[in-house]
């Protein structure tokens, strides 16, 4: 008998239809991977499962049980624990303080919460620090915080949505070396993502989701990774492009991974940088930044991006790239050191400066940063140039709408109209509407683009590389910043690598330097 | 995800109704609950009612005395809704409406008794605007340049504010009156006519309602405007909602914080000023007596709305009117009013979280 049965479900938010009948089971002791594009009903599945939301109609039934949780608490009570795509953690206390959260005992014991960690730590090789606050943790971090959280609870059934988009190599490793192992002692995982290497090591079975429908169930035993692929995106996929392979974590066709990237590439800096007289798109000198403690974040650093070149910013996260992507967009000040964008000094200078300097961010924290959820699409893409579309200071909200209508048909933002809440859109969607906004700039020069491809699937991430390169088409110059090392060499055309707030490297993207790259990463062999 | 999508394009035919309904059963409620307690207090209930009818809208004396004091209620609610429509929580309603009427008190003394075409009033009025602007723009620089929570620094800015006032009427170097033997109270002397806001029914000269009205008409259409369909109301609600996002979009967050707090405080400052000028004439030291807590109230009810503001300043009022008569003339203590009017805040606010419950289903 099925641990959880799933029959009929469907959920409906207002005009968007997420889920449309659909029916899975997952076994006590199987790890089950859920597959499809953003949009595609994954992440409600998920919510719903756990409770969050409630289905409009459909079934499901656990351990032998109806199943129909009010909230949360029910399916954590039953033994069903989630780690959501965002982080539901107290920034400003301590790990052990959050471990400690939600714990259902009236005193609590900090030894419990440190001996539990301990254990973990252990038995999976989930290693934080328990006295560690949460803000100054790396995304990676906290996501790891999360997962903690969720096993201290001994849980039946594992629902994990998307959690291997903000960690690294070795992190996902050991992550599903704790799936694998979970599985093994009896427990049901169900396993959101879009890297089918990640399908390939760990599950036992795969429901392809497109559209909120299930498209398939496939035992991975003998499975063909391109006919999941087809099935999650409805077509036939560019097989042969570099990208993709390394999005969705599978080799690309030996040859094609080298030469597929190289084809469009103007010739740059690697060449011959003598000739080149251009102004660059991004000059950095000597930039530090010292946090409130007076550590040094970003130490001397120093780049240069041409016009119509990618440059990768290699690293293990929690080295500098946040600190170096939060400055360029003018949210943080420098401590020292110089930036220039076209030409134009910019070391302090406001957000709307570095606007106006021709310059398009793409930040890291897509929530946080880059949008504001409970605005409309709409006024997200224009609230930096409202004046373009006011009178005597009044909006004139239908030609906004109209405009953004265009915007977004030009850049494929897939929503039912222009203003619907940003939040409404899936991840890969509003960041399709963050980059339609930041490469509409006039007189651009520059983009930076700071993990633009983290938490989105196939589809999207497609969509965003193929956008970044037409930027660079156009004769932008792009910093390109990602904790995805194949992504990188497979679009940059030069990777600086970065350890401990500092430029430790710098190399071509050919794939053969992978592991020489890999070794800078972690703070081996300088260059 | 979808929550936003569901409560904006839910059966809005169905559940503005309700939106209505709700908040004036609980009101009647709560007035049902009010007059138990003046019963028990062995009043007779018709005397009670009668004196809080007649003080309400008994003539058209009382209707225009009504108005008058939701015109202070609805400025200083507005103020707040101005604000916090930027997150801010401007709730130094009472502070601001202090030096905006101790300024224009002070104008009208000194100077303004002389100028022509209605500007006798309307300098005196700006120049209370502009001292309660400064009042609230004081706490906007506090929070934009040195992260200081407004809800404090309004309300401590409130506790200088009244002092200050109390000086300025124990003063004789000051706004004091001179000692003569009929009158030796700590106030201003009355101010000039032509500074008195001119009544707007002046012929029949019964109503005492003056043009204070229209202005605060004028303030209710341009808040609304500029909240709902300026760039600067866009500008507010961003800053509001994701400051961060705001800044990186270009928005100058701190100067907007300024503005929002000196805005609100600019309402607040001419609801004082029109306070004096419209109907007590001359300034002591306890002259705005708790309305801009009120009018703080009526713009936390308002959920925001212009229109909520009008609604609620214009509830408020005519219930502090009826409430004063009914101790005049009833003998029932004030007291009893004041929690009747605390059990109406509380019926409306929970009605509030009853309809969010039920549209978010």
Known sequence: MALLEITGLAKQFGPVVALDGVSLTVEAGEVHCLLGENGAGKSTLCNLIFGVHRPDAGAMAFAGRPFAPAGPADALRLGIAMVHQHFSLVPNMTVAENLMLGRADAVLRLGDALAGLERLAGEYGLRVDPHRVIEDLSVGERQRVEIIKCLLGNPRLLVLDEPTAVLQHEEIDALLGICRRLAENGKAVILVTHKLAEIAKVAARTTVLRQGRVVETVSMAGADMRALVRSMVGRDVKSADAVLAATIGIEGDGGAAGTAPAAGKPVNGRASPAQDTRVPALTIEGLTYRDADGVARLDAVSLVVKPGEIVGVAGVEGNGQTELGSILAGLTGPTSGSIAIGGKALAGATPREITAAGAGIVPEDRHAVAMVPDLSIAENLFLGMLSRFSRFGLLDRGRMSASAAELMREFDVRAPGPDLPMSSLSGGNQQKAVLARELSLPNMVFLLAAQPTRGLDVGAVEAVYGRIRSARERGLGVLLISSELDELIAVSDRIVVMYRGKVVGQMTSDPANKEAIGAMMSGHGHV | ?361
Not at chain 2, 59 to 77: E, K, W
């Open chain 2, 1 to 361: 995800m979808g929550r936003t999508v569901g409560s904006k394009l839910g059966p809005l035919r169905a559940y503005l109704p309700l939106q209505i309904v709700v908040p004036v059963l609980a009101t009647v409620a709560a007035i049902a609950v009010g007059l138990v307690i003046i019963a028990s207090t062995g009043t007779p209930l018709e005397d009670a009612l009668s004196a809080f009818w007649d003080g309400m809208a008994g003539d058209i004396f009382n209707i225009g005395a009504s108005i008058n004091r939701a015109i202070s209620l609805g400025l200083v609610g507005l103020g707040f809704i101005f604000a916090n429509r930027a997150n801010l929580t401007n709730v130094g309603g009472e502070g601001q409406m202090a030096v905006g009427g101790m300024f224009a008190t002070a104008m009208a003394l000194h100077g303004a008794a002389g100028l022509p075409f209605g500007l006798a009033y309307l300098v005196p009025l700006a120049v209370g605007a502009l001292a309660g602007a400064v009042w609230g723009g004081f706490a906007g620089v506090l929070k934009a340049r040195r992260d200081t929570n407004e809800v404090i620094s309004t309300l401590l800015l409130t506790f200088i504010a009244l002092p200050l006032v109390y000086w300025s009427v124990q003063s004789f170097n000051l706004l004091r009156k001179p000692m003569s033997d009929v009158s030796s109270l700590p106030e201003s002397p009355e101010i000039p006519d032509t500074t008195k806001l001119p009544l707007l029914l002046p012929e029949d000269q019964t109503s005492p309602l003056h043009v204070g009205l229209p202005l605060a008409i004028l303030a209710v259409i341009v808040v609304a405007l500029i909240l709902q369909k300026s760039a600067f109301g866009l500008k507010l609600r961003a800053v509001g909602l994701n400051s961060i996002a705001a800044r990186r979009a270009g928005i100058r967050s701190g100067s907007l914080i300024i503005v929002a707090l000196a805005v609100s405080g600019a309402l607040g400052g001419l609801a004082g000023a029109i306070m004096i000028l419209g109907q007590q004439y001359y300034l002591t030291s306890s002259f705005s007596s708790g309305y801009g807590f009120d009018g703080l109230v009526v713009g936390l009810l308002s959920r925001g709305s212009a229109v909520g503001v009008v609604v609620g300043a214009l509830l408020f009022g005519f219930l502090r009117s009826g409430s004063i008569n009914m101790e005049i003339s009833a003998h029932v203590p004030a007291a009893v009013v004041l929690i009747c009017q605390g059990l109406i805040v509380i019926a409306i606010a929970a009605s509030a979280i009853l309809i969010d419950r039920r549209a978010r289903r």
